[in-house]
């Protein structure tokens, strides 16, 4: 039995969710959301708690017990208090700033880049050099967040670039001047 599949997922005051065939709905205070569960996997809604059940012992099926649980508990989640992800840029000149629906990226190439920000998605901007990006959908605060790092990668000599709030960059020691 999956660790992760047993645990009830607790359904917090002001979300609704809904169940049509193998289509799951939950709807919150910040949105709705909703997914299909793989053919094999039950979920069974009760007053305040959802379970996630498997009829059988698979392969598939226990692939899917611990995933539709956890997609479950992120759906709850988002619907309700949503997730954010936090970014640094640092580099001297390095800045940025949201115009209407596109982050406006100044990093070191020779024009700015400007990067759409998808439907669903949040994206604030403090000092010119923290950007907090949130949403509903973990999966796509995630992307996006993972999309804006990925245009400048913070490198190794300097540590310049776009890194996420927190982490930690493994300096690499330059050219030493030979005598």
Do not use: C, W
């Not at 289509?23 to 094999?40: N, T």
């Not at 596109?102 to 050099?129: H, M, N, R």
């Amino acid at each position: 039995m999956s660790r992760i599949g047993k645990m009830p997922v607790e359904i917090p005051p002001g979300v609704k969710i809904t169940r049509d065939e193998s289509v799951i709905r939950v709807e919150g205070p910040r949105g709705r959301l909703f997914m299909e569960a793989p053919k094999g996997i039950d979920v069974i809604l009760g007053e305040r708690l959802v379970e996630i059940k498997r009829p059988s012992d698979g392969r598939k099926e226990r692939a899917s017990h611990g995933l539709v649980r956890t997609l479950v508990a992120n759906m709850v989640k988002g619907v309700s208090s949503g997730f954010e992800k936090g970014l640094e840029i640092s580099g001297v000149g390095y800045r940025a700033e949201v115009t209407g629906d596109k982050l406006k990226l100044t990093i070191g190439f020779s024009a700015p880049v400007q990067y759409p920000i998808p439907e669903g998605i949040q994206v604030k901007v403090d000092k010119q050099v923290n950007i907090m990006v949130s949403g509903i959908d973990k999966q796509l605060v995630g992307q996006v967040a993972a999309e804006i790092r990925g245009l400048k990668r913070p490198e190794p000599y300097k540590g310049k670039g776009i890194k996420y709030a927190g982490e930690k960059i493994r300096r690499k020691v330059g050219k030493s001047v030979g005598a």
